[in-house]
């Protein structure tokens, strides 16, 4: 496979309305400097992201899923949270048991206060999918033509 | 097992039951179909219970559990998991099945003996711990455990969890399985070569349906993939990508609720070993939640219906991996 | 590209008309600007919006209706939606003729005709009726029994006002189901209306509508002393290829989409009832 | 007559795929079968049947019809059909072989479907004669002999020869081209079959008894009790008609990429509970309707149609492959039971 040099990942980050996505806004209105290749999809608390929504996403031509969400502890529906914990936890453990990188899916709790947290995970995840090129493992190769 | 087809017809004819989930005879030794009896010529007729009647009969009684009176039922230990875990899940009301637990030293299937190279089957007797099969092409024996179902390679219980009346020994669960060997195997490989061994298998999938139309766990009155404003209901595996979103999917709804009853390979007309799947998601409750077997009991919560403030974070799937791979 | 009965032609839809509250007729021609293709009186086309679906629908123009096809349709599904949210001019895929059609030239000749409808079923009649006005001199006596919920629930009723109440020869007897202010026809249902009319029994009966109507204007007209082999109706059941070989639309061993939709009441009476 | 030793036979297959694709059955690791492309590491299958018929050579699972590129402007139509390029099917067994007859009635017949159409004219099928039939082959009760089957080109293989017959023009020019081919002793291949014949007369299966269904048995068998006993333990799957040779039911679906609509056919079961659900109605509301369709096609309704021929031609998969173990031949006795 030829890496083309100006090839950027496409990004889907899962954000929780309550916080992570107010989180996005802030670091934006701080000007804080994220990849534009990241979009954002708003979800009304980090459990709604059904598994599916992480296949589909790499179906339709993501690199890279990240789910952002309130801090353990601080959810708006007081335990929403901690259910996705542990379903992104398996779902998460069973690709990697399929073969599929590891690195193309994230958790990471942002609160709506850490514009700067959400500028620096969104750039690091950029770059640790950057680095691993494209999605071919969960591609649909229908979704390319 | 001839005190099975005896109970059968003593449970009908004394009132117990209304009616016998049980076994219809087939055409030959390896092929009975699941069946209910409501009579007990029926029963002399046509019941059977021999060492290749393997199906796991409680998810019929969901259908069953809307018709009159009570249903008695006869259930393998590994059969009562999931019966259990239906009862759990309100699919099923206790009260109208009669369960008579049957001790079970595994069952056998045609499916084995073909994979032994046994052509022209004609018939088969018990010997002991061997399989004498009296074939087109001559005689031959097969030791019981070769001629073994998938599901009953691993038996991870002999223990019948409820019954109303047992026929043999209770058991207890078996310490020793090993029944997470092949997974371990599986996660001890490079990342390369797992998905190089899942694409071979998955590929294979020719979306009929039947790991999910046999599955207890799988009791949606309609399922996502059924759904035609889902987007995802495409009948064929039109693309790699459809097979790998159907298992994952399928294997993630029943997580934490599937006890493990291996009806999926045995039913795959492709034989892809889809418990291997379900045995990934079991292993990790496992490690990451405490030991929980489904269908074990009738009130601890499934680890995905639960959770506890310190669970770890998603990210250790890097840590185990990193230490893995 | 090479041709394929499956592959379909495009179409646009150069006209919409709002004939009731849940009916538009659509009519489709060619990029070319010219009619799809010709067909018989009774037979239907496959409409397809890409990513939307494909269905079956009948043919409501008259095969002597030169520049076009018709077709009135009831929203009631996904394909159906989209299409009554369609525009004119905008483009649909269409495929067709399929399925046998009525027997207009043979069996029909010379016969007196009784059309019995209800709903949206007279939108297979349609094509049949005016082709049967526009050839008027080879049939009979021509009755036209049509009913529905209310006075707005009918189909084409400009048309019937308008061009088939004012024909000679051509009897028209409206219903609908209840009473309402600005109407003063006849009110009941359709059955009952046949029964009431009392129509001559060598008559040939072509009838479509909800299976409930129709089962009880069989009743009503085997009470009347009709013979099975003079009544027609058409059917529908799913269908994906049209062409009689995706294997869902049978009844019995004979396909819906090939062998019908019209069939007789006699030939019905000898498959079996799984419809 | 042509033979050729079977040591040799990566030489024959070697030529044939140098000519054009070959398609054998070979072993897969986890002990089934299935016809794929040969390759110089292929090893031709010996046991009797691939576990998926070979109907997939003509009528792939799946298949894309055309696409359709939607705009604002209108709608493009899009050729999105394979190239079918001449391939060569060897090791197909006498019950696949008829099958291309049944789902030929099918497709070819008008309008002919051009997919299909494409793909039988493309192909040479080289039938094998069955050495050690199963006790769930019934065959011989549809008039099949898999003692020489039919095809472009039959053979047959004993412990040291592959015997090679062309039947048809086909078949001739496939065997004109193979000049590694060497003259055939016919009394060998004769032997074989023999000795097949031997077998099918101790099939347990062998009197499969018909009479009681077939063309104009709608009446007769429609509204038979039997049919809610038969039907009551199946799931409802669809494996035993993907597995079918003979099953031939499809879908047409889309799947929209984003900047187009493909839309494909692919395999579809009566089975399956939404195969005729309308927004009007279902007309084969439970499993018992749906159970009962599959079989009266294949009884009743195929054989009403193409002249008594039924479309089922005893390969026996459904016999092994579905889940609780119903099958055609216990629906046929079943149904013979209550006719007497």
């Not at chain 1, 929504?53 to 335990?79: E, N």
């Not at chain 2, 008579?100 to 022209?120: F, P, R, S, T, W």
């Not at chain 4, 004669?129 to 898999?146: H, K, L, V, W, Y």
Request: hydrophobic share 35%; aromatic share 10%.
């Amino acid at each position: 496979m030829s890496v083309k040099t100006d090839w950027k990942p496409t990004i889907v980050a899962f954000c929780c309305n309550w916080c992570s996505y107010a989180g996005a806004d802030l670091s934006g209105t701080n000007r804080l400097q994220y990849p534009a290749n990241v979009k954002i999809i708003r979800i009304p608390c980090s459990c709604r992201l059904n598994p599916m929504f992480v296949l589909r996403a790499f179906q339709r031509g993501a690199d890279g899923v990240i789910l952002c969400g309130c801090h353990p502890g601080d959810c708006h529906y007081t335990t929403g949270n901690y259910y996705a914990r542990r379903r992104m936890t398996l779902l998460f453990s069973m690709l990697d048991y399929l073969g599929i990188e590891r690195d193309r899916t994230r958790v990471e709790w942002v609160s709506a206060a850490e514009g700067a947290k959400f500028a620096a995970t969104m750039n690091e995840f950029v770059a640790t999918v950057t680095a691993l090129g494209e999605n071919r493992r969960l591609e649909d190769l229908r979704c390319k033509a | 097992m001839q005190g099975v087809k005896q109970k059968a017809l003593e449970l009908l004819t004394g009132g117990k039951a209304d009616r016998v989930l049980g076994w219809r005879r087939g055409e030959t030794f390896y092929d009975p179909t699941p069946g209910v009896f409501a009579s007990a010529e029926e029963v002399e007729r046509d019941f059977v219970f021999d060492a290749f009647c393997g199906a796991n009969l409680s998810k019929y009684l969901i259908a069953l559990d809307r018709a009159e009176g009570v249903t008695a039922v006869f259930l393998k230990p590994c059969d009562s998991y999931s019966l259990v875990q239906l009862i759990k899940e309100h699919r099923i009301h206790r009260e109208k099945v009669y369960i008579v637990g049957v001790a079970c030293e595994g069952m056998c299937g045609y499916d084995a003996l073909m994979k032994a190279g046994i052509e022209g089957v004609l018939s088969f007797e018990e010997e002991g711990d061997a399989l004498k099969v009296h074939t087109l092409y001559g005689d031959t024996v097969i030791a019981r455990k070769d001629a073994l179902l998938s599901k009953c390679e691993h038996c991870k219980s002999k223990r019948i969890v409820t019954y109303d009346e047992l026929l043999g020994e209770q058991g207890d669960e078996v310490a020793d399985s090993g029944r997470f060997d092949e997974v371990a195997r599986l996660e001890k490989m490079t990342p390369e070569d797992r998905f190089a061994f899942w694409q071979n298998e998955l590929s294979r999938c020719i979306r009929c349906n039947a790991c999910r139309n046999v599955c207890p766990a799988c009791s949606c009155e309609k399922c996502v993939f059924d759904n035609p404003d889902s987007g995802i209901r495409n009948k064929a595996a039109a693309d790699s990508f459809e097979e790998n979103m159907f298992h994952i999917i399928r294997a993630f709804h029943v997580a934490s609720r599937c006890t493990d009853c291996g009806e999926c390979t045995r039913v795959c007309p492709q034989r892809i070993p889809l418990h291997l799947l379900n045995r990934k998601f079991i292993k990790d409750i496992n490690e990451l939640y405490g030991e929980y077997q489904a269908g074990a009991d009738f009130d601890t919560r499934p680890a995905l219906l639960n959770f506890q403030t310190g669970d770890c974070e998603p990210s250790i799937v890097h840590v185990r991996g990193g230490e893995r791979a | 590209m090479r041709r394929d009965p499956l592959i379909p032609m495009i179409g646009v839809v150069s006209h919409i008309r709002v004939d009731t509250p849940d009916v538009k007729t659509f009519r489709v021609i060619g990029l070319d600007g010219k009619k799809p293709f010709e067909h018989i009186p009774g037979q239907c086309a496959m409409l397809s919006v890409p990513g939307v679906g494909e269905a079956l629908f009948s043919i409501t123009s008259s095969p002597t209706e030169e520049a076009y096809l018709e077709f009135s349709i009831k929203k009631c599904g996904c394909v159906t939606d989209w299409l009554h949210a369609m525009t004119p001019g905008q483009q649909v895929t269409i495929r067709g003729p399929y399925g046998n059609g009525f027997p207009v030239d043979t069996e029909f000749a010379g016969k007196d005709l009784l059309f019995v409808a209800g709903g949206i079923g007279l939108a297979p009649l349609h094509s049949v009726i005016n082709y049967c006005r526009h050839y008027r001199d080879r049939y009979g006596r021509i009755d036209i029994v049509y009913g529905a919920r209310s006075k707005e629930d009918l189909v084409d009723y400009e048309e019937i006002l308008n061009e088939w109440l004012s024909e000679d020869g051509i009897n028209v007897h409206l219903t609908i189901d209840r009473e309402q202010p600005d109407w003063d026809g006849h009110v009941g249902f359709v059955p009952n209306y046949v029964k009431e009319l009392s129509p001559d029994t060598g008559m040939t009966v072509v009838m479509c509508g909800p299976p409930v109507m129709i089962k009880f204007t069989l009743g009503g007209l085997m009470e009347l002393g009709f013979p099975r082999d003079g009544i027609y109706t058409t059917l529908e059941l799913r269908m994906k290829c049209a062409l009689g070989k995706c294997g869902r639309c049978n009844i019995g061993s004979k396909y819906v989409c090939k062998d019908g939709p019209v069939f007789r009441f006699d030939q019905l009476d000898e498959l079996p009832d799984e419809y | 007559m042509k033979q050729i030793a079977l040591n040799r036979l990566d030489e024959l297959f070697a030529a044939i795929s140098a000519r054009q694709t070959l398609l054998i059955p070979q072993q897969l690791e986890n002990g089934d079968a299935e016809f794929r492309p040969w390759s110089a590491e292929a090893k031709l299958y010996t046991g009797l049947k691939t576990s998926r018929s070979a109907k997939d050579a003509f009528f792939p699972q799946v298949e894309n019809l055309v696409g359709f590129k939607v705009s604002e402007q209108g709608i493009e139509l899009m050729d999105t059909r394979d190239e079918v390029q001449p391939f060569t099917l060897f090791g197909v067994r006498g019950c696949d072989a008829r099958s291309f007859d049944i789902l030929d009635r099918v497709f070819l017949a008008e309008p002919v479907d051009t997919f299909y159409a494409d793909r039988r004219a493309a192909a040479t099928v080289v039938t094998l004669a069955c050495n050690r039939p199963e006790t769930t082959c019934f065959c011989q009760s549809f008039g099949i002999d898999p003692s020489r089957p039919a095809g472009d080109v039959t053979c047959w293989m004993d412990a040291e020869n592959l015997y090679w017959q062309p039947n048809t023009d086909k078949g001739r020019a496939l065997t004109e081209a193979l000049s590694l081919l060497e003259e055939g002793e016919e009394a060998r291949a004769k032997r074989v079959e023999e000795d097949i014949q031997a077998v099918l007369k101790r099939l347990p299966l062998k009197d499969l008894s018909l009479d009681h269904v077939g063309a104009g048995k709608t009446k007769a068998l429609f509204d038979r009790p039997e049919w809610a006993e038969l039907s009551e333990a199946c799931l409802g799957c669809g494996a035993c008609t993907f597995v079918c040779p003979t099953c031939q039911c499809y879908d047409i679906e889309e799947f929209k990429s984003g900047g187009s609509v493909r839309r494909f056919r692919c395999w579809d079961s009566c089975m399956y509970s939404d195969f005729t659900l309308m927004s009007a109605g279902q007309p084969r509301p439970t499993q018992t309707e749906r159970f009962r369709q599959r079989f009266m096609h294949k009884l009743v309704y195929y054989p009403d149609n193409q002249d008594g021929l039924f479309s089922c031609v005893g390969c026996g998969r459904c016999l092994v492959k579905c889940p609780i173990h119903m099958n055609i031949v216990k629906v046929i006795n079943a149904l013979k039971e209550g006719t007497a």
